[in-house]
């Protein structure tokens, strides 16, 4: 903890201007962003006596250990670049607004030939229109099923498309009216670009000029004794106003206008928002935020319009914004909204009216959000407080673990050993903090050890090692790390796959540069040890180690004989669960992912140039791989896309594999001699080696005998050790039929 008078700026260093601050932990990261109309005096009330600030302002202030500043030339600047370094920095300390990004919306892609119309979450795409954002992606649908009657614009995807105009058959949305059927001709490109401007207009609340023309539209119809004509347009008009109906009108004069609302007590804050245009709702979304630093509402309010308006531009953002409390000063965050328009914004409370009366409405679902978001357990701040007071007391720590790293090893039978290492800080997981690793029996260029088999407590022993070597590496580059004994190593080559990295000097998070204050194994006293040792081979020795058995869920800890045990409803027991079994789904998730693609390699994945589309036109081209084998040099150039050099690659890849084993029948229990397989399940890529075929007809590697039904003389044959603790029977078939114990 440190001293903040430590690193206190001198008297008449800090200027009196406009300006952002960053907050620095001894570690260089970015822990906190900060903006202010004068430097020097909001500076100043960072460095007072620390009985007088906030307890979130006093955890902030003695955490970090540096603060720098950038003056700018006025408020709005100010806020542009808070709100960037926010965005780019992510500090802990900062309001943060989650599941932003989990908010459906009804996207029509304006950026292809034949628009589509479909659901879309994430970040917006250029040329493409947004409605929304939808609460649930299945109110999205309801509404296009209706709309679909009267604009019957494409919905489907690009390789449903791409099939139909090659069979030239339309899916059943084209043979029931609901789609114009672009695929296949039935309208031009000019006339289906028109149908999807029409749903645009519909949906961006332009509803009463189209509904009076498709009036007008059936009336003509019907007197010209078209009826049924006028009894589609009549279909078409009732589906519309159905729709119409799901969001009713709540605002007169086709206001457009976004609501925000706040619910909040002195640990979070909730924060509701209604999206309305031309007078309905047409979206609404929420988020629930720490209050980890001291904040008022209209600091809050502040955050929520940045976190809505800092990535639109244009009719995105409303010409009303209404809200429970102003930011202060107002004047630069309405100038910021302004610049971000193009046009004026007015940003007020509403004081009566019916935008008073649905503002209470939005407040009461933000009360709702917050009492049911204090139900979630693992996102109560103060459970989550708790549980880290209670795992530093069981293990006897300084302070509580505010990162906690774990690691566990996963492999199927001692094949594809991998390791995986997730993160969580403050008891939440930090999911772009993960890292996965490759088990290859090395530590830098030093062989350990073969890295084949089912060896926990080495592999354990490899990852731990690597991960700690790279870190001590990179504070030698800084300066940081004054162990002469301390060797570098690039794990790069060592088979881990790594995120993009990013420099430590810009504050932001680096690849393993980010020391943990516990790292926990999963495993018992054995993985303990190997995890200790390689922390002691490194020379490091102020990060704490334990593992969470799962048997008994025991917490072991270095050099005791007997295991530390939580009660069965601690909290802190129920965090450590919750981190081994993130990490345990971690590796399994890519074990499985290696697995699957190593039973589907074979041997022209070696050679060089020969990609998936030129596998399939020779395996097209040759039927099989047994003839493609006995095929000539000449004879393979004859495919088009394979030069000579490519071929004599191909010929010698295939001499140098061992052929497959004759492929099975499982209905007639017929050898079938005169073909050979292809991997898993056809046509696409091939397999080589010995294999039989299972049930559906894919190969699984190894030597396995299959058993037919009824035979007394042989029994399927275990792939893999029989009789081993704890493992079931793996059998021929598909990589997803094989049910093995992965560890």
């Known amino acids: 903890m440190a001293d903040p008078s430590s690193y206190r700026p001198k008297p008449g260093q800090i200027p009196d201007a406009p300006g952002v601050y960053k907050f620095r932990d001894e570690h260089r990261r970015v822990i906190y962003v900060g903006k202010a109309k004068s430097l020097r005096q909001r500076l100043a009330s960072y460095f007072q006596d620390l009985a007088n600030l906030h307890p979130r302002t006093r955890s902030m202030v003695t955490t970090a250990a540096s603060v720098e500043w950038t003056v700018v030339n006025n408020e709005v600047e100010a806020l542009q670049l808070e709100y960037s370094w926010i965005k780019e920095f992510d500090p802990r300390f900062n309001v943060k607004y989650r599941d932003d990004k989990s908010y459906p919306y009804l996207a029509v892609t304006m950026n292809e030939k034949f628009p589509r119309v479909q659901v879309m979450r994430g970040q917006k795409k250029k040329g493409v229109r947004y409605f929304g954002p939808y609460g649930h992606a299945w109110a999205i649908r309801d509404t296009v099923d209706l709309l679909l009657r009267a604009f019957p614009v494409r919905t489907c995807s690009a390789g449903v498309f791409k ?77 519309l106003k159905k729709a119409m109906e799901k969001s009713a009108v709540v605002l007169a004069d086709a206001t457009d206008a976004d609501l925000i609302a706040l619910a909040e007590d002195e640990l979070e804050a909730a924060v509701q928002i209604f999206h309305v245009r031309g007078g309905r709702v047409r979206g609404q979304r929420g988020w629930v935020t720490d209050k980890v630093e001291a904040v008022t509402s209209g600091d809050l309010v502040e955050h929520a319009l940045q976190q809505l308006y800092g990535e639109e531009s244009g009719d995105a953002v409303p010409k009303e914004v209404l809200v429970p409390a102003l930011p202060d000063p107002l004047e630069p965050v309405q100038e910021w909204l302004t610049e971000r328009r193009g046009a004026n914004v007015s940003l007020r409370i509403p004081q009566r009216g019916d935008k008073k009366a649905l503002m209470e409405t939005v407040a009461r679902n933000a009360q709702q959000s917050l009492v049911l978001h204090k139900t979630k357990r693992a996102s109560d701040l103060t459970t989550r407080s708790r549980a880290l007071e209670e795992i530093a007391a069981a293990l006897e720590l300084d302070s509580a673990p505010l990162r906690i790293e774990c690691y566990d090893v996963s492999h199927l039978q001692g094949d594809d050993v991998v390791a995986s290492m997730v993160v969580f800080e403050d008891g939440l997981a930090r999911k772009s903090e993960y890292r996965r690793f490759q088990i290859k029996g090395r530590v830098g260029d030093t062989q350990i050890w073969h890295g084949e088999g089912q060896d926990d407590v080495r592999s354990m022993h490899e990852v731990i090692a690597r991960r700690f070597k790279r870190y001590i ?95 069965r409803t601690s909290e802190g027991l129920y965090l450590l669960q919750r981190v081994r079994d993130e990490a ?98 056809a046509s696409d890529s091939e397999a080589e080696g010995p294999t039989s075929v299972g049930a559906s007809g894919s190969e699984d590697e190894g ?20 009789g081993s603790a704890g493992e079931e029977p793996v059998t021929a078939g598909t990589s997803e039929e094989r049910r093995g114990q992965d560890t």
């Open 703 to 722: 030597p396995v005998t299959v058993g037919f039904p009824g035979s007394e003389s042989e029994e399927p044959v275990i792939a893999g050790p029989s």
């Open 584 to 681: 345990h789904r971690f590796a399994i998730t890519y074990q499985r992912a290696k697995r699957a693609k190593r039973f589907k390699a074979g041997p022209l994945d070696d050679v060089p140039g020969l990609g998936d589309a030129r596998k399939r036109t020779l395996i097209k081209h040759f039927g099989s791989v047994k003839r493609l084998r006995s095929a000539t040099i000449d004879q393979i150039c004859e495919v088009p896309g394979i030069g000579r050099k490519t071929a004599e690659a191909i010929v010698a890849a295939l001499a140098g594999a061992v052929p497959a084993g004759p492929a099975v029948n499982m209905a007639t229990g017929e050898i079938m001699e005169d073909e050979e397989p292809t991997a898993a399940g």
């Open 473 to 567: 590496s990179d504070k030698e580059k800084t300066g940081e790390w004054s162990d002469e004994g301390a060797a570098t190593d690039t794990i790069d080559a060592n088979g881990e796959v790594p995120a993009s990295g990013l420099t430590e000097e810009d504050g932001r998070p680096k690849r393993f540069a980010y020391p943990p204050q516990l790292v926990v194994v999963d495993g018992g006293r054995p993985q303990v040890a190997a995890a200790k040792r390689a922390l002691d081979e490194l020379g490091i020795d102020d990060i704490a180690v334990c593992g969470l058995a799962k048997r008994l869920e025991e917490v072991w800890v270095p050099g005791e004989d007997d295991p530390v045990i939580l009660p």
């Open 163 to 239: 099939n139909a105009t090659r069979t030239g058959r339309p899916c059943l949305l084209g043979y029931i009216g609901k789609c114009s059927a672009p695929c296949v001709e039935r309208v031009t490109p000019e006339d289906h670009r028109q149908l999807a401007e029409d749903f645009c207009d519909f949906m961006a609340g332009r509803t009463g000029t189209y509904i009076r023309r498709l009036e007008r539209q059936m009336t003509d119809a019907a007197e010209e004794m078209e009826y049924e004509r006028a009894a589609r347009l009549r279909d078409d008009i009732d589906a």
